[in-house]
Each structure stands twice: as C-alpha cells, then as structure tokens.
C-alpha cells in the first residue's frame, strides 16, 4: 500500500511539474502576446492555476516526506492504523462492512477507503478486533465491532488476518 501510494503521489508530481515548467508558460507567453494584461482573462487564470499547482505540487512533496518517514517496525501489527484494512459489522443491522484506512487527500471511495480524519476513521484509530465502538452520526448513533483488522505491518510480512 506505501509503495502505491508513493507511486500515485510521484505520477501526480511528475505531472504538475509538467504542467509548472512547460504547459503554463506557454499558456502565458502566449496571452502576454495578446497586449494588454490588466484586461487579460487568459493570462489572469494561467497566473492562478500556476499558483494552484505550486501549492498543490508543495502538498504533494510534503505528503511524500511523511510518507518517506514512515517505519513499518514502529507501528503497531495489532491496532488499527494509516493503512489498515478493516472488516465491520453494524450491531443493529448485522451487516458487515470493509475499507482501508487511508491520508484524507488519497482517498478513493470507489475501492472502500475512508479517511484516518473521518468520524469512522477516528473512531477506529488505535482499536483492535473485537472491540465496539459507537459512532456518532447526525442521524443518530452507530454501534459497530471490528471483525478483523489486517495492518500493514501485517500486510508486509503477507499475514492474512488477526
């Protein structure tokens, strides 16, 4: 999953940087060109998007040193964690629910991930399986036990679940 994420984060920098370096000084070389810039729409939103993806590509370089920080033998095997894969059950429902717990900025709904910074995510933190928790939802309270919990500590040694 670290590896993953490094690789979408480097794809993501390498084109930013693209855009940074060759496509928007192109867009704005070409709207000077134009003449009057205090009148010049295209050049006033290739100075903004330029702006975005600085800031963006800034984002992007910090996430990959927390990213180059992270030590697999300092984190917990046995508690949920950035990475985790989680398997619920809702206590009034009985229905089961899975997701990776995963950086709020990478997230990707489609392939059941959730944010560490969610209500959810918070909640799980630092759980392990067994336990229930209470999750307190603006339509009222959701009581959940954690099935089964495979962390990447895990997941780097090839167990399967805890």
Do not use: C
Not at 42 to 53: C, M, N, P, T
Request: glycine share 6%; hydrophobic share 35%.
């Amino acid at each position: 999953m670290l590896e993953e994420l490094r690789q979408k984060l480097a794809d993501e920098i390498e084109r930013l940087t693209h855009e940074l370096q060759v496509t928007l000084p192109r867009a704005i070389q070409t709207a000077v060109e134009h003449g009057d810039l205090r009148e010049n729409a295209e050049y006033k939103s290739a100075l903004e998007r330029q702006q975005f993806v600085q800031a963006r590509l800034n984002h992007l370089t910090s996430r990959v040193g927390e990213l180059a920080k992270i030590d697999l033998s300092e984190i917990p095997s046995d508690r949920i964690g950035f990475g985790s894969r989680v398997r619920v059950v809702d206590l009034r429902t009985r229905e089961e629910e899975s997701f990776t717990l995963v950086f709020g900025d990478y997230i990707e709904l489609d392939s059941g991930q959730i944010s560490l910074a969610s209500p959810l995510g918070q909640t799980l933190l630092g759980k392990t399986r067994g336990d229930e928790v209470a999750l307190q939802l603006p339509r009222g309270q959701r009581r959940l036990r954690i099935k089964e919990v495979v962390t990447l500590p895990q997941m780097a040694k090839g167990e399967a679940t805890s």
